[in-house]
């Protein structure tokens, strides 16, 4: 009997392992396949690029095995895209004999506001060399068309509509909520503006948020409309009208404002683009897609020689190595120390896309940040965010590059310690006891602090407040207490930034790897970019379970998910954090 059970079960383990291993093997031959299928695209005569940009865009590659299996399984329209995907193929078409023109097809954009503004200096860059570039869309939406404004012909389909109401800032509070639960939120903070724990306090936006949140939403629209000023050559004060009493309702309107040049179908609006290249309506013209036109060539990479190393991070900062989304504080130690330990590396332009998070991490980061100074340059380039734990990563570096557009500063810091004794005890029926050693052996979660244990945790949070502002300060060769006016976790644009001295030059990734250049004293050079990415067998061997739930939980909650996000990140915060509203949602 024994010696069935025990065949039974080592067939049962045979199967199972014959199983695991043809399922490797099978999505292992679909990403080898679906590779192969998405190999660098063959350019014929009068070819166009086709930027469709309603896909989620991001600064680092997708590093989740299941998306990518799921972006074999569909078509190249619609996987997921870098911005240094999108950034190459705009640039590699401007000299490309083949590439004619540029086409943008739909008007939702899927990435930032500063990823616009990157993608709009793009653009502009690529009519420098005498390039068309067209537009068609069944809707427009508002930031999308920072870049779409500098097309030459923009089609709205008869039945579509073009958003122009200015921005909109959403925040969410959950101080009823958690009342009704059961729970309390201890909060322990530093600055007038440090809005990120008001949700957890208040039912009501306070004066001193609603303030900051004006002010940003209002440098960022009159970026916006200057821009957009610039590119349909029309008055600022014309667009400010047309948008503060929403006058464009209707594709005619659009046409009238000088915002579009037509109202017409697809069909149409390609059409016009054969007819510009000399073709009659019935040739072909061949579209090529960013992900295709952007596929690197085969070949080895670059080892010897000069290198300016690029490293993204991007996500809210979490202690250790963080997982794929997050920035993991020792993960982003460990790659700038080798970084400064390759000889090949002459300069590091750190590119960050962060609301913050641990003030553990975002300081084991400026460590290495402040010995890589003493080797070679770092230069920070912000992209859509780069505010409290993410401005703690770059005022540590030798120069500081945003958008006028970035959101960043948020010079703050908080603690957030849950008292869930009502819930535990009134309406969950569960008793604590609590025995400790000392007098303040606190115990979070279980019980409320004593007004001792507060004013210890106070002096955390205030102890890390001032090692903030004097780190920056430092950095930006700034007096304390000068830096501390623009400090009190207070929201500021990019332009702004620039203004009061946080922000050394405006300008995009181009520009900070150019300075890195420069301030390395190179003429001649690579680019390598990190962290580089991953084969699809390095992908499989990550916690794939944990993966492919988080997959699943974006697909089922959509819009939805950010907020299962937020609240997960509140119930991994341990410590000091800085971190700007992460709730803050503009539209």
Same mark, same amino acid.
């Given at each position: ?31 080898? $396949? ?22 989620? +865009? ?9 998306? %990518? !299996? ?19 193929? !705009? ?51 508002? %930031?999308?068309?920072?870049? +779409? ?21 959403? $925040?969410?509070?959950? *101080? ?35 303030? =900051? ?14 821009? +957009? &000023? ?13 948008? #503060? ?17 037509? $109202? ?15 073709? @009659? ?7 090529? %897609? ?47 120390? *080798? ?22 991490? @975002? ?15 770092? +230069? ?5 965010? &780069? ?27 908080? @603690? ?19 025995? @400790? ?7 979070? $979660? ?9 004013? !210890? ?14 780190? &920056? ?5 700034? #007096?304390?207490? *000068?830096? *501390?006016?623009?400090? =009190? ?6 332009? =702004? ?80 954090? &800085?971190?700007?509203?992460? =709730?803050?949602?503009?539209?």
């Amino acid at each position: 009997m024994i010696d069935f059970i025990k065949g039974m079960l080592g067939s049962m383990f045979g199967v199972l392992a014959a199983v695991g291993i043809l399922f490797i093997f099978g999505v292992s031959m679909i990403a080898v $396949v679906g590779s192969a299928d998405k190999g660098k695209a063959i350019l014929q005569d009068n070819s166009i690029l086709r930027l469709s940009l309603d896909v989620p +865009i991001s600064e680092v590659p997708n590093e989740s095995p299941f998306e %990518n !299996i799921a972006g074999v399984l569909q078509s190249d329209e619609k996987s997921p895209l870098t911005m240094k995907e999108i950034l190459d193929a !705009i640039d590699n078409a401007k000299e490309d004999e083949k590439i004619k023109a540029i086409y943008i097809d739909g008007g939702i954009f899927m990435g930032g506001k500063a990823m616009a503004t990157e993608i709009r200096m793009a653009l502009l860059s690529f009519k420098e060399s005498g390039k068309k570039i067209y537009t068609y869309a069944d809707m427009i939406a508002e %930031n999308a068309y920072l870049y +779409i404004s500098v097309s030459d012909e923009i089609y709205l389909n008869p039945a579509g509509i073009m958003e122009f109401d200015g921005l909109t800032a959403n $925040v969410v509070y959950y *101080k009823d909520f958690l009342d009704k639960l059961g729970v309390e939120m201890q909060v322990f903070r530093v600055g007038k503006y440090k809005s990120a724990v008001e949700p957890f306090l208040d039912n009501e936006m306070s004066e001193s948020n609603r303030e =900051q949140i004006t002010s940003y939403l209002n440098g960022m629209y009159d970026f916006y409309l200057s821009s +957009i &000023a610039e590119s349909r050559g029309m008055e600022v004060k014309m667009l400010e009208k047309a948008s #503060d009493h929403a006058k464009i309702r209707t594709p005619e309107d659009a046409v009238n404002y000088k915002l579009i040049t037509k $109202v017409g179908y697809r069909d149409e609006a390609i059409d016009k683009i054969k007819t510009d290249l000399g073709l @009659s309506t019935d040739e072909s013209i061949y579209l090529v %897609n960013v992900k295709k036109y952007a596929a690197p060539e085969e070949g080895p990479e670059m080892n010897q020689g000069s290198h300016i190393a690029v490293l993204t991070c991007e996500g809210n900062i979490v202690d250790g190595k963080g997982m794929p989304g997050q920035i993991g504080g020792d993960k982003v130690a460990a790659q700038l120390k *080798k970084l400064r330990e390759d000889d090949n590396v002459k300069a590091v332009v750190l590119r960050i896309n962060s609301p913050g998070g641990s003030g553990l991490a @975002s300081d084991i980061m400026w460590r290495e940040i402040q010995l890589m100074k003493t080797k070679k340059p770092i +230069i920070a380039s912000m992209s859509n965010v &780069a505010a409290s734990g993410g401005y703690y990563m770059a005022m540590g570096c030798d120069k500081i590059l945003a958008y006028p557009n970035t959101i960043t500063g948020s010079i703050g810091v908080f @603690s957030l310690i849950p008292n869930a004794k009502e819930l535990l005890e009134d309406k969950l029926g569960m008793k604590t006891y609590t025995v @400790s050693t000392g007098e303040f052996s606190m115990t979070p $979660v279980l019980d409320a602090l004593s007004p001792k244990e507060q004013e !210890i945790v106070q002096q955390f949070v205030d102890n890390f407040y001032e090692t903030f502002t004097a780190k &920056a300060a430092a950095g930006r060769n700034m #007096d304390q207490e *000068k830096l *501390k006016e623009y400090a =009190q976790g207070r929201v500021w644009t990019g332009k =702004q930034a620039k203004e009061i001295g946080l922000v050394d030059e405006l300008g995009g990734i181009d520009k900070a790897v150019e300075l890195a250049a420069e301030s390395a004293g190179l003429e001649e050079y690579d680019i390598q970019y990190y962290p580089r990415k991953k084969s699809f067998a390095e992908l499989l061997m990550q916690d794939v379970a944990e993966q492919y739930t988080r997959a699943q939980l974006k697909e089922k909650l959509g819009p939805f998910y950010q907020i299962y996000e937020n609240a997960q990140l509140v119930g991994e915060m341990k410590g000091v954090q &800085a971190i700007m509203p992460y =709730q803050l949602n503009i539209q």
